[in-house]
């Protein structure tokens, strides 16, 4: 009954069109950046109703153009299932080809998007895709507390990715470095996990192998998440500090004695 009444406190308080509320129009795609900027006021509502269950990287058919993204499974209140799907492209589609790419290293700026889907349509995202799971990271959602997965960690996750390379190379910073990363990430920071499938086939473009965890930058992205992490914290603990405070002026208001 608790638990229930918790989870009706937690719909009321988010917006009927907030950033998680599962879309059936793939198209409905947010940067990054703004998709995290758009959850801040609900951040803390979010850590305690929304799990992950599963990521897995995901490889789109050579006949579509080989391309990499990452799906994450989440379990949100009144156990509604849907996807979070994470990828990188260029910002410029028509503006790059990906061949001369390959040939010359020619940078463009990224396009970084998220968006939530519910799972009849992230079906059909994936057979129109003709994409194929490589590697999926399996976790308990019936854990609470440090064996759990929240889906705001996954947030920190993708957005500290984000911001650590913003332009786009097919060779170095393109959607195999960002899916790649964003796996490696998850793996670092949420070790205790099953894990399904065989990774080998990812980070490859025409079966030669692009992309690599990078030491260096795993620490460099790793710091940005502990921070956002941090700010988090810091947030919850001033908006703690605030109510305690707004609470003892005006217990100390009302045992003032009245002037007569």
């Known amino acids: 009954m608790h638990s229930n009444a918790m989870e009706d406190v937690h719909l009321e308080c988010l917006p009927p069109n907030s950033p998680f509320s599962p879309s059936r129009n793939s198209s409905n795609v947010l940067p990054i950046q703004i998709f995290c900027n758009l959850i801040i006021p609900y951040v803390h509502l979010l850590r305690d109703h929304y799990?992950?269950?599963?990521v897995a990287i995901y490889k789109q058919d050579k006949s579509k153009g080989e391309h990499e993204f990452v799906a994450a499974l989440i379990f949100g209140p009144q156990q509604v299932r849907s996807f979070l799907v994470v990828e990188r492209t260029p910002k410029e589609t028509s503006s790059i080809d990906t061949y001369r790419?390959?040939?010359?290293?020619?940078?463009?700026?990224?396009?970084?998007t998220i968006v939530t889907l519910d799972e009849?349509?992230?079906?059909e995202f994936v057979r129109t895709r003709s994409a194929?799971?490589?590697?999926?990271?399996?976790?308990?959602?019936?854990?609470?507390?440090?064996g759990?997965?929240?889906v705001v960690d996954f947030c920190h996750i993708v957005a500290s990715v984000?911001?650590?390379?913003?332009?786009?190379?097919?060779?170095?910073?393109?959607?195999?470095?960002?899916?790649?990363t964003v796996m490696?990430?998850?793996e670092e920071c949420f070790p205790t996990k099953?894990?399904?499938?065989?990774?080998?086939?990812?980070?490859r473009c025409k079966g030669i192998k692009i992309f690599r965890p990078e030491p260096k930058a795993i620490r460099e992205i790793m710091a940005r998440y502990n921070i956002k992490k941090r700010e988090e914290r810091d947030s919850f603990t001033y908006i703690i500090e605030t109510a305690l405070s707004m609470v003892e002026r005006r217990t100390v208001n009302e045992n003032m004695p009245s002037s007569q």
């Open 120 to 123: 009849p349509t992230f079906g």
């Open 51 to 54: 799990y992950v269950l599963s």
């Open 162 to 180: 984000s911001a650590y390379q913003e332009s786009y190379t097919l060779l170095g910073s393109s959607c195999y470095w960002f899916a790649g």
């Open 132 to 146: 194929t799971g490589l590697r999926c990271f399996i976790f308990d959602h019936s854990r609470r507390g440090p």
């Open 101 to 112: 790419t390959i040939s010359s290293n020619n940078t463009v700026v990224a396009m970084d």
């Open 194 to 203: 099953q894990t399904s499938g065989n990774g080998n086939a990812a980070g």
């Open 148 to 150: 759990a997965f929240p």
């Open 184 to 186: 490696k990430m998850v």
